[in-house]
């Protein structure tokens, strides 16, 4: 069989075969169409059959919602006007819970009875405006509104107390000792006054346009603050000794008295006492380390120190009190938040803080106006006292800015002109500090025995303490001295600069007027030893302070030229021995070593008797002088003193021995201890007994 025969045959098979297929298709088709037709006929059918029951029911269910809403209706109407008929018997059923006020009755079943009498006043007063009784409701709803504002006055003034003094100084002292901890937190209320307050103000903020409960907080408020800061300042007036004694008063100087010095200090009040104590406990040091011997104290050093430790007590009470209002003014801002609505916040804490701060300030302003009076007096030493307040009220002023934000302009100033008037009263002292050194009288109080002049020991003590408060000071001085500077161009670097700078010009005029008064000496001798004591002092000082170290950093060429003037000074005393060492250094009428030996070996001429005798009796009558008169001149620095006595030994015996051991084996008078009265030991007792009047 052929290729084309068998593939003819295979495709006739095929083709067979899909037309079985496509016949049973077919048939699947027409099965399909009828299951089709069948199903639309039975859901026409349901779809009839719906329609009939949902047109059946319809009307049920239209009647029933119908009755439903007729239902509801009629229970809101109902209870609409339950509500109508209360309102008209509102006010008499709640009459009798009004009179007996919060108190008795409950502060919240109170304030239900408050809310009932404000729906009624605005259905009438919407509804029926001229009804009487709209006259009852707001008749009683009156007199609840002043009870309630009679409650809230009640509660301040049962429960309002000061804060305690020592609660006051702890919660200072933690905050300065225990810095990052957590604060000792003020309760000024218990918790369920405070609850109570706190609805009572709420309510009268949300339904009155009553204020009056405000003020009544800002009243009691503001004198808890008065009274716990007048409070504080009594008990450290009692505890120091000084309740007698006030700055604060229009008297300037304080009366002298007894230091006052309390027996034992607590922790927390020396803490609070640290700043200001420091600073002056610097200048009563430098006091006590005055140079000038026990009995010999001149007018004006020891004799002032009970003043000054009395001003010193109320600095320090001043100091605690700027603290003491800083955490009470930032515990009423905490207290009020949770009593008066956030709108009234700054208003009622403005009002709140005014009489507390017009007082510190007052304070502070008083503190300024008896430190002018000081300088007026030129009595710098108290003026000192400025600057431990002015460094602490700056350290705080960013926080009392911080907390004031937000209160009025002229509050917010008021610290601000308190920093500048205290500023502008020290940068005044140190300037006429400065000039009074310029000016001081050439004559003026000279020392007979040419010790340290009282014009060099008061600028000391003044100059010393600003060590501690360098950058107050130079701060006050770059804006508030001649050349006043911009605020932000003040920095603690260039601060200390202009300290030191002024330091370094105030010790400058203080040697240029030394050198004028050493000239009014007519010992010519004793100038050095004038100018001597008072470079020592100054550089010693210089040194033990600080201050060289800060000057330095302006100039740092001060302290070697005080080392310079002292060695200058002491070879222009060296020069008062001189007619000494004229005779034991043979400078008139020399005799040879050569001669010598031969004196010994033969008889000696009468001149040559006369001219060795000279020689002894010179030497014995100008040492005896040198001891007469600078036995009376003081040193009173212990160590200069010991030096200036070796020195003179130093330069004296060694050519006293040479002359002594070339002329005391020569017979050159037969009662030799009439000439030879002195051995080396007894040049050196001589020595010993300069610059001291017991000797």
Not at 297 to 312: F, I, T, V, Y
Not at 419 to 429: D, E, M, N, P, R
Not at 599 to 625: A, H, R
Request: proline content about 4%.
């Amino acid at each position: 069989m052929s290729a084309t025969s068998i593939q003819k045959a295979n495709i006739d098979n095929k083709l067979e075969r899909e037309k079985n297929n496509l016949l049973n298709l077919n048939e699947a088709l027409n099965k399909s169409n009828t299951n089709t037709t069948n199903m639309l006929t039975i859901l026409q059918s349901f779809e009839n059959r719906l329609r009939k029951l949902e047109n059946t029911v319809e009307p049920v269910y239209n009647e029933t919602e119908m009755l439903r809403r007729r239902q509801e209706n009629i229970e809101k109407t109902m209870v609409t006007l339950d509500n109508v008929l209360g309102y008209y018997h509102v006010g008499k059923e709640v009459e009798e819970f009004i009179k007996e006020g919060p108190h008795n009755c409950g502060l919240e079943k109170y304030l239900s009875i408050m809310d009932r009498l404000v729906q009624a006043h605005n259905y009438f007063n919407k509804h029926n405006p001229t009804s009487l009784e709209l006259t009852d409701v707001i008749r009683v709803y009156d007199d609840g509104k002043e009870a309630l504002v009679i409650e809230f006055r009640t509660l301040l003034g049962r429960h309002c107390r000061p804060v305690p003094p020592v609660m006051v100084l702890d919660m200072i002292s933690t905050d300065e000792e225990l810095q990052g901890s957590d604060d000792i937190q003020l309760e000024h209320l218990p918790e369920k006054i405070l609850t109570e307050l706190s609805l009572i103000s709420t309510w009268l903020f949300n339904n009155t346009k009553n204020t009056e409960y405000m003020k009544d907080y800002t009243r009691s408020r503001s004198s808890m603050l008065i009274k716990s800061l007048q409070g504080l300042k009594d008990h450290m007036k009692t505890s120091t000794g000084n309740s007698s004694i006030s700055l604060f008063s229009m008297a300037n100087s304080p009366a002298a008295g007894g230091k006052g010095k309390t027996s034992k200090d607590t922790p927390a009040r020396k803490s609070v006492r640290k700043m200001a104590h420091s600073f002056k406990r610097r200048a009563v040091i430098t006091l006590m380390q005055s140079p000038f011997d026990p009995g010999n104290k001149r007018q004006g050093s020891h004799a002032e120190l009970p003043k000054e430790e009395n001003l010193d007590v109320e600095v320090d009470i001043y100091i605690t009190e700027l603290s003491a209002l800083l955490k009470l003014i930032q515990s009423e801002a905490q207290l009020m938040s949770g009593i008066i609505a956030d709108k009234h916040h700054r208003s009622v804490f403005d009002n709140i803080i005014q009489e507390g701060l017009d007082s510190v300030i007052k304070n502070g302003e008083l503190l300024a106006v008896n430190a002018k009076k000081s300088i007026a007096k030129h009595d710098f030493i108290n003026v000192l006292s400025v600057f431990p307040v002015l460094k602490h009220l700056r350290s705080i002023k960013p926080e009392f800015d911080l907390t004031l934000e937000g209160c009025a302009t002229p509050t917010r100033a008021k610290l601000t002109s308190l920093l500048s008037t205290l500023g502008s009263t020290a940068a005044k002292a140190l300037e006429e500090f400065a000039l009074s050194i310029k000016t001081d009288p050439e004559k003026a109080s000279m020392p007979k025995d040419g010790t340290v002049h009282e014009l060099t020991n008061r600028t000391i003590i003044f100059l010393e303490p600003l060590q501690d408060y360098a950058d107050t000071a130079g701060a006050m001085l770059l804006l508030h001295g001649e050349q006043a500077a911009p605020s932000e161009a003040v920095d603690p670097k260039k601060s200390k600069m202009r300290l030191a700078d002024y330091i370094t010009k105030t010790l400058s005029a203080l040697g240029l007027n030394l050198t004028i008064k050493a000239e009014t000496y007519s010992d010519p001798t004793l100038r050095p030893v004038f100018m001597l004591n008072n470079y020592h002092y100054i550089l010693k000082s210089l040194k033990r302070s600080g201050l060289l170290d800060l000057i330095h950093t302006w100039n740092k060429d001060v302290g070697q030229f005080y080392e310079d003037r002292i060695n200058e000074q002491k070879k222009l005393y060296s020069e008062s021995w001189s007619r000494v060492m004229h005779y034991i250094t043979e400078v008139h009428e020399p005799i040879s070593q050569q001669r010598i030996q031969a004196m010994e070996n033969s008889k000696l001429k009468d001149k040559e008797k006369q001219n060795i005798k000279d020689k002894f009796s010179g030497f014995n009558k100008e040492l005896e002088d040198i001891l007469k008169i600078q036995k009376g001149y003081a040193i009173p620095d212990p160590e200069l003193r010991e030096q200036m006595k070796k020195d003179n030994k130093d330069f004296i015996i060694p050519a006293f021995r040479m002359f002594l051991d070339k002329f005391k084996r020569l017979n050159f008078t037969k009662n030799p201890e009439k000439y030879i009265k002195y051995s080396v030991q007894d040049v050196a007792e001589v020595v010993d007994k300069l610059f001291d009047m017991s000797a």
